[in-house]
């Protein structure tokens, strides 16, 4: 079988302030880091409104849509900008991962990986945030249990940031199991172990500064993967930020290129356990270019290798 790799033009077209961290040259890098790669590549889809509003109110899609300008950038929060290009991109990233669940259900592809931006993570349900517009893997996990009729579904992030706004956005969903590790204390400020959800589906994994590697994979080896296994998910979502490394100019836990190798190894087998391989990951941070286009060549080598087995 395979691996997809979906991305879209639209998404370079999403244009930041100088010097902001969330710039085109993030995708671009990327994109040059897998090319030539054993993929199938897939156009990413604008994502449909009702699928946005499985977790979005109409007021928040409206309000992002009413803020898109006609030239120049406009600022909607702190660390969010949006230029004539970005609801396009904003929609392709949401869209992108829809398309990547109908990819692994219907068969098409083992694995995907979604090389979108903006990112999602950091969207609550009202609020943007965090360089986020929508809720990319949230809208991603509804719609497979909505539409596919999955039972459950697994979000694993291991961006350096709490992944809020994919708890905002699932939290009140039982059928949804959300993980986050992340450095704390750092920005947004949640995440604390305490935050278990309504329903005990959420699971907060807080690391110290400059904990480094073998702390992570302990704490995963410990925490997650246990708790996703006992959630016994049809499908497993991945919130894939590489700012966690140790060339990350916004956060200082120290992981290398490897850690992020093993981690996807270790939810792909996960995944071939659980749930038939099926595995959708969705790119969110990672700031150093360097340090990014290296990593997610090595999440996507295993996407490939384990895809191709």
Known sequence: MTTALITHPDCLGHVTPEGHPEQVARLERILEALEGKDVILVKAPLVAEDDLLRVHPKSHVEAIRAASPASGKVQLDADTWMSPGTLAAAHRAAGGAVRAVDLVLSGEADNVFVATRPPGHHAERETTMGFCLFGNVAVAAKYALDHHGLKRVAVVDFDVHH???????????????????????????????????????????????????????????????????????????????????????????????????????????????????????????????????????????????????
């Open 163 to 309: 992944g809020n706004g994919t708890q905002d956005l699932l939290e009140d969903e039982p059928r949804a199991f959300f993980a986050s590790s992340h450095q704390y204390p750092l920005w947004p400020g949640t995440g604390a172990a305490h935050e278990t959800g309504p329903h005990d589906t959420i699971l907060n994994v807080p690391l110290p500064p400059r904990s480094g590697g073998a702390v992570f994979r302990r704490e995963y080896e410990e925490k997650v993967f246990p708790r996703v296994r006992a959630f016994k998910p049809d499908l497993i979502l991945v919130s894939a930020g590489f700012d966690a490394h140790r060339d990350d100019p916004l956060a200082d836990l120290m992981l290398e290129t490897e850690d992020f190798a093993w981690v996807t190894e270790r939810l792909c087998d996960l995944a071939d356990e659980l749930c038939g391989g099926k595995l959708v990951s969705c790119l969110e941070g990672g700031y150093n270019l360097y340090a990014l286009a290296e990593s997610v060549a090595a999440h996507v080598d295993v996407l490939i290798a384990r895809g191709a087995a």
